[in-house]
């Protein structure tokens, strides 16, 4: 009986083992627990800061440029103003703007923070050194490790891509 009472309870023990990493890693964490991750792309593009500023705050020409941008509504026609919004995949509201040189811009999803996107712009000789910083928080465990595995790397890849297009369609390499 004792060899047949010791293996329940090692099962019951692993079980719950299990359980409490399974409520770990799905339980939100806490506001003071900072596991942040932030994509940075930069390209160099051959127009004034001044035009890429107006175009890259336009939100009508985010998706000819963004690969996760299908469709935007709203105040699509003109730079973003702060205050302003638009609806794309998620709630979009301007939260700094410094013409032609920065624009911030924070998301939401369900009433819920989900990161800010950064354009930092600086003149160079031959145009404009333009930087698209792209900042998230984990809310959980479960999503930190899935960032960590997966995400990043494809959040890196996609920024990437849309600062690529951004630098084509801006130097008419390609069709606006």
Do not use: C
């Not at 032609?100 to 811009?105: E, H, Q, R, S």
């Not at 404009?128 to 959040?155: G, H, K, M």
């Amino acid at each position: 009986m004792k060899t047949a009472s010791r293996k329940l309870t090692r099962y019951v023990t692993a079980i719950l083992a299990v359980l409490v990493v399974i409520a770990l890693l799905v339980v939100p964490l806490p506001q003071t627990v900072r596991l942040d991750t932030r994509i940075v792309t930069v390209a160099s593009i051959q127009r004034p800061p001044a035009a890429v500023f107006d175009y890259v705050t336009t939100p009508g020409h985010w998706p000819v440029w963004h690969p996760s941008s299908l469709a935007v509504t709203g105040a699509v026609d003109h730079p973003l103003q702060i205050g302003e919004q638009v609806v794309e995949d998620f709630l979009v509201a301007g939260t700094a703007r410094e013409p032609p040189w920065k624009w911030t811009i924070a998301g939401s999803i369900a009433h819920r923070p989900a990161g800010s996107v950064t354009y930092s712009l600086a003149p160079t000789a031959t145009g404009t050194r333009f930087e698209r910083v792209f900042a998230y928080r984990a809310p959980s465990l479960w999503f930190a490790l899935v960032n960590w595995l997966v995400l990043r790397a494809r959040i890196q890849a996609e920024s990437d891509e849309a600062v690529s297009r951004l630098k084509s369609v801006l130097e008419g390499t390609q069709q606006h």
